[in-house]
C-alpha cells in the first residue's frame, strides 16, 4: 500500500480532549490526524514491545520434539 494513502476515519472524543489536539497540534505544527497517527504508533510500538517481553518470559520446553512434531502434520497428497 502506498504510504500517500490515506483512509479517512471519524472518532468521538470529548471536548477537553479536542481542545488539548488543537493547543498541541498548533504548537508542534502538524494536524490533528498526524498527531492521532504519532500516538498510535507509539501507543502499537509500546504494546509490540511490552508483548516481546511476555514472550520472552515463556518457557518453551513443553513444545514437541521433531519427530512429535512431524506426526502432528497433515499429510500431504
Known amino acids: 500500500m ?3 494513502i490515506k483512509s479517512r476515519i471519524s472518532i ?3 471536548p477537553m ?3 488539548m489536539l488543537d493547543k498541541v497540534s498548533k504548537r508542534a505544527g502538524i494536524s ?3 498527531l492521532i497517527e504519532k500516538a498510535l504508533k507509539n501507543f502499537l510500538k509500546e504494546q509490540l514491545e511490552a ?3 511476555a ?3 515463556l518457557n518453551f520446553d513443553d513444545l514437541p520434539g521433531e ?3 512431524l506426526k502432528l502434520q497433515p499429510k500431504l497428497d
Open 55 to 57: 514472550l520472552s518470559k
Open 51 to 53: 508483548d516481546a517481553k
Open 32 to 34: 490533528k490526524s498526524m
Open 67 to 69: 519427530d512429535e512434531w
Open 2 to 4: 502506498a504510504k500517500n
Open 17 to 19: 480532549i479536542n481542545d
Open 12 to 14: 468521538t472524543i470529548i
